[in-house]
């Protein structure tokens, strides 16, 4: 509650924060700015041809007259803190346009804010200061929450190798060449050859120079890519390093995705007398594990687990490319499972690459933006594992199993162990002494 609770100087010598609405009268002291009078607008003519405060320079800025006797009177030239605007901008986001402060409808309409994210660095001083102001501002009745934000996240920096030369100055990535020769990672100049240390995986730094510039990533791989790479890497949680082997990993990964893409368009094209039966076996299968990747998918999106989602992307397309792999040698049954898994896979691709996304989208013949789009429903009767897998024991021993439906009555699984070549063979024509059936668990023939 009050652990190092401190006063907190607000004024700032500078002019980028907002002007405190004072007035200092050689008579009269210290008065606020009359409310008819504010909101005090910075001038825009400002220079910064000198040190100090450019407000303090300003040729007529400060200079003003008294609210209370009229006469010459200083405006306060310290402006705030920018902690102030940044401890309440969220109630204000609330009613962009009210004439006062907050409008408290709007604010409780609005907050708590449900999710918050930010960088390790706000994770103290500003996420204090707005629980402080937001404390405050129920008591003034600006909004009716006592805690600003349901939910908080940092996440991770974007880390880098660093390289140092000889001479003991950083080199950026992009004058590097990186070779492997047996195993032992090296890095030279690209232009001259000479030898660079690796150094250690670090922050990106301007004064390290391992910094990777967004729009040369973006120019060579696109955005997709970019993104792609760093909601894959690691926990957003944790740092994230980047490398070229990572990015490339990405690239490979968007292509086969529009090649999938390319190959259902074209099998759909061949398959036209293809009878589909949407209860076979292998086409449920297929379903069900589209099915289950969005279930697990949307839920390791909305818990922020975007690498766990992207694994799961990972198998689900992993599942497609197989089955199209099969059909595109003889189309079956499963053609619609197929289809529908791989628009679901579309789906779900888009929150992270949603360029490629649309156009696989569109190239499989859909309607509208898949960002319109609502996401794919989940069959929760295919989420249930409905085979199920009962060890048979001989003796006490484990010989064979069954793979029956859950919930498999009694009788029926008797019939199928009984049937089993291993219990024929060693039954030699006898009944068993004992059947033992813990039906979904476990069978037991003494013999
Ligand atoms: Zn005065």
Redesign the pocket.
């Known amino acids: 509650m009050n652990y190092r609770l401190r006063d907190w100087g607000i004024s700032r010598q500078r002019y980028w924060g907002c002007p405190i609405p004072i007035?200092h009268?050689?008579?009269?002291?210290t008065?606020p700015v009359p409310k008819k009078d504010l909101p005090v607008v910075l001038p825009a003519d400002v220079s910064f041809d000198q040190p100090g405060n450019a407000l303090e320079h300003h040729p007529t800025w400060k200079h003003t007259?008294?609210?209370?006797?009229?006469?010459a009177?200083r405006r306060e030239t310290d402006t705030m803190d920018t902690f102030v605007d940044s401890s309440w901008y969220f109630a204000r986001f609330t009613a962009p346009h009210a004439s006062t402060p907050t409008d408290p409808d709007a604010a409780s309409a609005w907050l708590p804010v449900d999710q918050y994210i930010g960088g390790v660095e706000h994770a103290i001083l500003h996420l204090l200061y707005s629980r402080f102001f937001t404390r405050a501002m129920q008591q003034t009745g600006h909004v009716a929450v006592a805690e600003p934000f349901k939910g908080l996240f940092t996440q991770g920096m974007v880390t880098h190798e660093t390289y140092k030369s000889a001479s003991g100055e950083w080199v950026s990535p992009t004058e590097v060449l990186l070779e492997t020769t047996a195993d032992v990672r090296s890095a030279k100049r690209l232009d001259t050859g000479a030898p660079l240390t690796i150094g250690p995986i670090e922050k990106m730094s301007k004064s390290k120079k391992n910094v990777v510039d967004p729009d040369e990533i973006v120019a060579t791989y696109g955005a997709d890519t970019a993104r792609w790479f760093m909601l894959s890497d690691s926990p957003p949680e944790r740092d994230v390093q980047w490398t070229e082997a990572g990015v490339e990993g990405a690239s490979r990964f968007q292509q086969r995705v529009w090649r999938l893409v390319g190959e259902i368009v074209a099998l759909s094209e061949q398959s036209k007398d293809i009878v589909i039966k949407n209860d076979d076996k292998e086409a449920m299968a297929l379903r069900k594990i589209a099915h289950r990747a969005v279930h697990t998918i949307a839920d390791d999106i909305e818990g922020l687990r975007f690498n766990r989602a992207v694994a799961q992307i990972y198998e689900l397309t992993n599942a497609l490319v197989r089955a199209a792999g099969i059909m595109a040698a003889a189309p079956d049954t499963r053609l619609d499972a197929l289809k529908d898994g791989v628009g679901r896979l579309v789906q779900t691709i888009a929150p992270m690459m949603p360029h490629l996304a649309e156009t696989c989208w569109a190239a499989l013949g859909h309607k509208g933006l898949v960002a319109d789009a609502p996401w794919p429903e989940v069959d929760p009767a295919l989420l249930v594992d409905d085979e199920i897998i009962i060890p048979v024991q001989i003796n006490g021993k484990r010989r064979g199993e069954l793979n029956v439906a859950r919930g498999t009555p009694v009788a029926e699984i008797e019939k199928q162990v009984l049937s089993l070549d291993t219990i024929v063979r060693m039954l030699e024509g006898k009944a068993p002494k004992k059947l033992v059936i813990v039906p979904d668990r476990i069978v037991n023939v003494v013999i």
């Not at 009268?25 to 002291?29: H, K, L, P, R, S």
């Open positions: 007035i009268c050689e008579v009269c002291g008065l007259h008294c609210p209370q006797c009229g006469g009177a």
